[in-house]
C-alpha cells in the first residue's frame, strides 16, 4: 500500500488559482484545487504536469472520455461551416438528434424535443410543459433530490440546504415527500418490505388523504436514481407504484435523467431498469461529451398541445452541440454502453471486497458506471462520517484521482463510460489508499 502523494497543487496550479480568486464567483462549490491542462479518455493532467484517473467526468459529463477524436472531429467540422443560427430557424444536425432520440428514448410513442443549454433549463421547460398542458399547478418532489438551480428547478432541489437557503421563495406549489433509501428507511420497515412501496403508500394514504389535492398536482418530478443525494437506487415495487399513482390521477411523470441517463447506468435511461416509462425526461450532463446541451423530450401527446411562443430560447439546438450529441450517442450505441455495465459490476464487485475489509464503508450501491460509496463512522449505527468523506476525495485528489462526494456522507464513482479495467483498478486503489489513511485520522 500507500501511493507516493503529488506535490499539488503544484507552482502552476497554484499561479491559476491565485488568479481566479480574483474573478469567479465564490459561489462554486470547490472541493479541491484541480487545475486542468489536457485529457484523454479517463485520464487527465494538470497544468504541472501531475497525471490523474478521471472518476468524476466533469461531474458525469465526459460519457465518451475527454477529447474523443471522432466528437472533437465532429465539432470542428460542423465550425467550420456554421457554429450558431438561434432556434429562430431550421437545421439538419437538429433534426437528426431529434430522430435519434425518438428512437432510444423510454417511451413507446413519439416524442418532441425542447431543446436547451444546461439541466436546469431541461427542468424548468418540463414544468412549464406539466403547468401548461395539465392546467394544474401544483407539484410533488422529492427530499434528497437536485434538479437545478434555477427558481423553478431550485423549488425542488433538497440534497443540502445550503442549496435553498436564503432563496425562498422560489416557485410555490411544491410537496417534497421521502424518497425510498433502502439503506436508510425513512417509513418503519419490516425486513422483506419494500421501502418503494412505503413511499408510495405516504403519498397516496397520508398527502392525497390529508394535505394534497391529487387533481391539483400537474406532475411528480423524479430522479429515477438519485445523484448530488447520494446516488440512491430506489426498490424494486417504487417506480411500478408510482406509475400507477400518477396515471389514477392524470398527472405526469417527469424524470430527471440529467445524471442517470445516457448509457451511464448500462442502459440508455436508468428507469429502464424499472420497466417503466415517463411522460417527459429530462436530458443533460453526458448526452454530448462535454458541448453544452439540454433535452427536454416529452411524449407527442403532450408537447403537441403547447404553442408557438409557449416556451422558446437562443441557443437551443446548437449545431455544435448537436453534432458532438450524434456523436456521443453512436459511440455509446457501439460499445460504450456495454462497458459501462461491465466495468460497473467489475468496480461495484470490488467495492464489496473493499467493504469487508473496512469498518467505514456502510454501503456499496449503483448501476453501471453510477456507483456511491457510503462511508459511516459504524456499520451498526450507520452514522454519516461526513469528515472523513471529506478527507477520502481529498487523499485521492492528492494521489492522483478525481471523485466527488454526493448526499451527506457518500462518495461516487462516474468515470466516462469507456473506463478500461485497468484504470478502473489503478482508480479503485488509489481510493482505498486514501481510504485507510482517513479511517486511521477519523475512526
Ligand atoms: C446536474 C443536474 C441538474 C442540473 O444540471 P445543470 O446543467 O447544472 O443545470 C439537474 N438534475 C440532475 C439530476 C442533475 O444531476
Partial sequence: MSIKKLDVPGPKAQAILARDKKHTSPSYPRDYPF???????????????????????????????????????????????????????????????????????PMKEDVGIFYANSGTETVEAAIKLAKYVTGRPRFI?????????SMGSLSFTASKFTQQE????????????????????????????????????????????????????????????????????PPPHFFPRLRKVCDKHGILLIADEVQSGVGRTGKWWAIEHWNVEPDIVCIAKGIASGMPLGLMVARQSVIQKWSPGAHGNTYGGNPLACVAALKTIELIQNGMM????????????????????????????????????????DKKTKAPAKQLRDAVVHGCFERGLLTLGCGRSATRIMPPLMLPKLLADEGLQIFEDALTEAEHQYL
Avoid at 48 to 64: E, K, P, Q
Avoid at 346 to 375: K, T, W
Fill in 166 to 233: 436564503r432563496f425562498f421563495p422560489t416557485m410555490p406549489g411544491v410537496w417534497h415527500v421521502p424518497f425510498p433509501d433502502p439503506y436508510r428507511p425513512l417509513f418503519l420497515t419490516q425486513p422483506g418490505d419494500d421501502a418503494g412501496d412505503a413511499a408510495v403508500d405516504y403519498i397516496e394514504n397520508v398527502l392525497f388523504a390529508d394535505a394534497l389535492p391529487p387533481d391539483e398536482v400537474a406532475a411528480v418530478v423524479v430522479e429515477p436514481i438519485q445523484g448530488e443525494g447520494g446516488y440512491i437506487v
Fill in 35 to 105: 487545475v486542468m491542462d489536457h485529457g484523454k479518455g479517463a485520464e487527465c493532467w494538470d497544468v504541472d504536469g501531475n497525471r490523474y484517473v478521471d472518476f468524476a467526468a466533469g461531474i458525469a459529463v465526459l460519457a465518451t472520455g475527454h477529447a474523443h477524436p471522432e466528437v472533437v472531429k465532429a465539432i470542428q467540422q460542423q465550425a467550420e461551416k456554421f457554429v450558431h443560427i438561434s432556434s429562430d430557424y431550421y437545421h439538419d444536425p437538429m433534426v437528426s438528434l431529434g430522430e435519434k432520440i425518438n428512437e432510444i428514448a
Fill in 141 to 149: 418532489g422529492f427530499l434528497g433530490a437536485f434538479h437545478g438551480r
Fill in 338 to 377: 456495454q462497458n459501462a455495465a461491465t466495468v460497473g459490476e467489475y468496480i461495484l464487485d470490488a467495492l464489496a471486497e473493499m467493504q469487508s475489509r473496512h469498518p467505514s464503508i456502510g454501503d456499496v450501491r449503483g448501476r453501471g458506471l453510477m456507483i456511491g460509496v457510503e462511508l459511516v463512522k
